[in-house]
C-alpha cells in the first residue's frame, strides 16, 4: 500500500523541543523527506534523509530513521511561534519516476 | 524570481464550467507534478510529466487534461466542473530523483 501516517495534531510551548513522528511504507524509499506548510502557502523542503542514514542534523533540526520500523521522525529543538505549521512527511515511492508520497501531515501549534 | 509560478491563485467558478490553471517554472527542472490537496489537507499526486512526456497518470477522472507545451510549463485543465473538484491544486518541479520545489497553489472552488 501507499499509506503514508502520521499523527493529527501536537502543541506543544515556544522553547520546548517537538517531534513529530511518520511510518512510511516502501522499504526501497531512497530519500525521505520533511515539508512544512504555512497556512495558505506552498510546501516548503525542510529537510532530507538519504535511506542509508540513521541520523541527520540540520541546525534546530534531526531527523531519525529506523529502517527496520518504516519510522521517521523530525525534532524541532527551541520550538518557535513562527514554527505553527502543516509538517509532511513523504517518502520516494519506488520505480522509475521520481513519485513521492505525501504523509497525512501533522499540525504543530506552538503555544507562547 | 519566483522558481515555480501558478496561475491563478485563486478561482471561482460554477459546476459545469470548464478551466485551466497555468504553472510554470524556471528552475531548468526536467520532471513537473499536478498534486491536488483535499479539504483534510491530503495531498496526492495526479499527473507528472518529464521532458514533455506523462510518465505518471494516477487513477484521475478523465475530464483533468494534462498538457505540457515545454518542459518549464505544466498546465491543468478541467472540463466540466463539479463540486468535488473544489480542492488547492499544486504544481511542483524537480531534477531527476531530486526534491520537488512547489508552487503556491491554486485554490479551486466550484458552486
Same mark, same amino acid.
Given at each position: @500500500?501507499?499509506?503514508?501516517?502520521?499523527?493529527?495534531?501536537? %502543541?506543544?510551548?515556544?522553547?520546548?523541543?517537538?517531534?513529530?513522528?511518520?511510518? /512510511?511504507?516502501?522499504?526501497?524509499?531512497?530519500?525521505? /523527506?520533511? /515539508?512544512?506548510?504555512?497556512?495558505?502557502?506552498?510546501?516548503?523542503?525542510?529537510t532530507?534523509i538519504?535511506?542509508?542514514m540513521d541520523m541527520k542534523q540540520d541546525q534546530r533540526l534531526t531527523v531519525l530513521?529506523?529502517?527496520?520500523?518504516?519510522?521517521? %521522525?523530525l525534532r524541532?529543538a527551541?520550538?518557535?511561534? @513562527?514554527? %505553527?505549521?502543516? /509538517?509532511?512527511?513523504?517518502?520516494?515511492? @519506488? @520505480?522509475?519516476?521520481?513519485?513521492?508520497?505525501?504523509?497525512?501531515?501533522?499540525?504543530?501549534?506552538?503555544?507562547? | 524570481?519566483?522558481?515555480?509560478?501558478?496561475?491563478?491563485?485563486?478561482?471561482?467558478?460554477?459546476?459545469?464550467?470548464?478551466?485551466?490553471?497555468?504553472?510554470?517554472?524556471?528552475?531548468?527542472?526536467?520532471?513537473?507534478?499536478?498534486?491536488?490537496?483535499? $479539504?483534510?489537507?491530503?495531498?496526492?499526486?495526479?499527473? $507528472?510529466?518529464?521532458?514533455?512526456?506523462?510518465?505518471?497518470?494516477?487513477?484521475?477522472?478523465?475530464?483533468?487534461?494534462?498538457?505540457?507545451?515545454?518542459?518549464?510549463?505544466?498546465?491543468?485543465?478541467?472540463?466540466?466542473?463539479?463540486?468535488?473538484?473544489?480542492?488547492?491544486?499544486?504544481?511542483? $518541479? $524537480?531534477?531527476?530523483?531530486?526534491?520537488?520545489?512547489?508552487?503556491?497553489?491554486?485554490?479551486?472552488?466550484?458552486?
Amino acid at each position: @500500500g501507499e499509506d503514508v501516517e502520521q499523527s493529527l495534531f501536537l %502543541s506543544v510551548r515556544e522553547g520546548d523541543s517537538s517531534v513529530i513522528n511518520c511510518t /512510511y511504507t516502501d522499504s526501497s524509499s531512497t530519500y525521505l /523527506y520533511w /515539508y512544512k506548510q504555512e497556512p495558505g502557502a506552498g510546501l516548503q523542503l525542510l529537510t532530507y534523509i538519504f535511506s542509508n542514514m540513521d541520523m541527520k542534523q540540520d541546525q534546530r533540526l534531526t531527523v531519525l530513521l529506523n529502517k527496520k520500523d518504516k519510522h521517521l %521522525s523530525l525534532r524541532i529543538a527551541d520550538t518557535q511561534t @513562527g514554527d %505553527s505549521a502543516i /509538517y509532511f512527511c513523504a517518502e520516494s515511492y @519506488g @520505480g522509475a519516476t521520481n513519485k513521492l508520497i505525501f504523509g497525512t501531515g501533522t499540525l504543530l501549534a506552538v503555544q507562547p | 524570481d519566483t522558481a515555480v509560478s501558478q496561475t491563478p491563485k485563486y478561482l471561482v467558478t460554477q459546476m459545469g464550467n470548464d478551466k485551466s490553471i497555468k504553472c510554470e517554472q524556471n528552475l531548468g527542472h526536467d520532471t513537473m507534478y499536478w498534486y491536488k490537496q483535499d $479539504s483534510k489537507k491530503f495531498l496526492k499526486i495526479m499527473f $507528472s510529466y518529464n521532458n514533455k512526456e506523462l510518465i505518471i497518470n494516477e487513477t484521475v477522472p478523465n475530464r483533468f487534461s494534462p498538457k505540457s507545451p515545454d518542459k518549464a510549463h505544466l498546465n491543468l485543465h478541467i472540463n466540466s466542473l463539479e463540486l468535488g473538484d473544489s480542492a488547492v491544486y499544486f504544481c511542483a $518541479s $524537480s531534477q531527476d530523483k531530486g526534491a520537488y520545489t512547489f508552487g503556491s497553489g491554486t485554490r479551486l472552488t466550484v458552486v
